[in-house]
């Protein structure tokens, strides 16, 4: 699996026009999954997220994770995250689990967060989402396990 994280300010995902999901302070983490990844690599995931360390400590350091700082998570389905694109122009999604796989390791994501005490907005697997956000740094990092 792979997560894509942005720290931000504020971020918010909309479903036809309709704010589905929003959080202030925290983490956007676009998350993909592929073939072989299971239950426990989804369960992994989310504990690195929620551990990752990059949030300002007293110093101006990066030292802090979202679970020090009560900050929220707003987690977004994307299977883009397995596009290649070392071939030609057009990406391939060959390397992306089927709907119903990756639904299942998102969902399983996003209840571990919840198990560890993250506050999670999440957008809708598989609509057409606009996400809005304002990453904070900006900071990005891609994570996988």
């Not at 999604?93 to 390791?105: E, I, K, Q, R, T």
Request: net charge neutral.
């Amino acid at each position: 699996m792979r997560a894509l994280v942005q720290r931000v300010s504020k971020a918010r995902v909309r479903v036809d026009g309709q704010v589905i999901g929003e959080i202030g302070n925290g983490l956007c983490c676009l998350v993909g999954a592929t073939h072989d990844d299971d239950l426990e690599a989804a369960r992994k995931l989310a504990g690195k997220v929620w551990n990752l360390r990059i949030f300002a400590d007293e110093n101006g350091h990066m030292n802090r994770s979202v679970a020090q700082t009560s900050g929220e998570v707003l987690v977004i389905s994307q299977f883009t995250l397995y596009g290649d694109t070392r071939k030609g122009r057009r990406p391939s999604f060959v390397a992306a689990a089927s709907p119903d796989h990756a639904n299942v390791l998102i969902d399983e994501f996003i209840a571990e967060l919840l198990r560890l005490g993250a506050a999670v907005a999440t957008g809708s697997f598989g609509a057409r989402m606009a996400v809005e956000l304002t990453n904070d740094g900006p900071v990005t990092l891609m994570l996988e396990v």
